[in-house]
């Protein structure tokens, strides 16, 4: 190979890492990634003290997508009528009020039955036991499954054609890809652009926390 051909190699090469370089600029604006969430625990300052004891505080373990919010070291035993599920993870900070987050297939586990909403809409939602190192919470209500949903800031909204409180469809693509329908959009200065699934719709579908989808539209 010449020095002719050796340039215009490099050139090709330079060329073609620019147009995939703008490809995957252009699919990244177009689309949101994804964060997958397990079931896990939201606790008021009156049921974390009552299950790890007084003034408790949470350990940080690491951060999620969300600003401010962490995953904790700590973890709970989930009880229902007919079984529990250990080792549950909280989520910090504290919250005004108790929410238990777990899939649909734990319902049958737990032996408890309850809807899907959106993070913090708890009313008439089942109650559940929570058994931590120092005590246990009898709580009235908040086990909950998550309904799907998109965190986003204004000017996301502004540039997906959307706004707060929107019901969309998701385009996923992939073998085991489809159409997610009813899921939210919620908006606030403080998201980090983000679509929630859970384990069990990110197996169904082949999504993980790498993956991208777009909002579908008619």
């Known amino acids: 190979m010449d020095q002719c051909d050796v340039l215009i190699k490099l050139l090709m090469e330079a060329v073609k890492q620019e147009t995939d370089q703008?490809?995957?600029?252009?699919?990244?604006?177009?689309?949101?990634?994804?964060?997958?969430?397990?079931?896990?625990?939201?606790?008021?300052?009156?049921?974390?003290?009552?299950?790890?004891?007084?003034?408790?505080q949470l350990n940080k373990m690491k951060d999620l997508s969300q600003p401010g919010?962490?995953?904790?070291?700590?973890?709970?035993?989930?009880?229902?009528?007919?079984g529990a599920i250990e080792?549950?993870?909280?989520?910090?900070p504290v919250r005004k009020q108790t929410q238990v987050e777990i899939l649909a297939g734990d319902c049958f586990k737990l032996g408890a039955k309850t809807q899907t909403c959106l993070s913090g809409e708890l009313a008439g939602t089942a109650g559940i036991t929570l058994v931590g190192p120092k005590g246990s919470v009898q709580a009235a209500e908040g086990l909950m499954i998550a309904q799907r949903h998109i965190h986003m800031t204004p000017a996301d909204a502004e540039r997906f054609g959307v706004h707060d409180g929107e019901n969309v469809c998701l385009e996923v693509e992939g073998l085991r890809g489809g159409i997610l329908a009813n899921t939210i959009v919620r908006v606030t200065a403080q998201s980090?652009?983000?679509?929630?699934?859970?384990?069990?719709?990110?197996?169904?579908?082949?999504?993980?926390?790498?993956?991208?989808?777009?909002?579908?539209?008619h």
């Open 22 to 56: 703008k490809k995957s600029a252009e699919e990244a604006a177009d689309t949101i990634p994804v964060g997958v969430s397990n079931r896990h625990v939201h606790l008021s300052q009156t049921d974390l003290d009552r299950l790890f004891g007084a003034g408790y």
């Open 69 to 82: 919010q962490y995953a904790c070291k700590e973890t709970v035993t989930v009880c229902g009528p007919k």
């Open 87 to 92: 080792k549950v993870r909280i989520l910090g």
């Open 192 to 217: 980090g652009l983000e679509c929630h699934v859970d384990t069990e719709e990110a197996n169904a579908f082949g999504l993980d926390g790498t993956s991208r989808v777009k909002i579908w539209k």
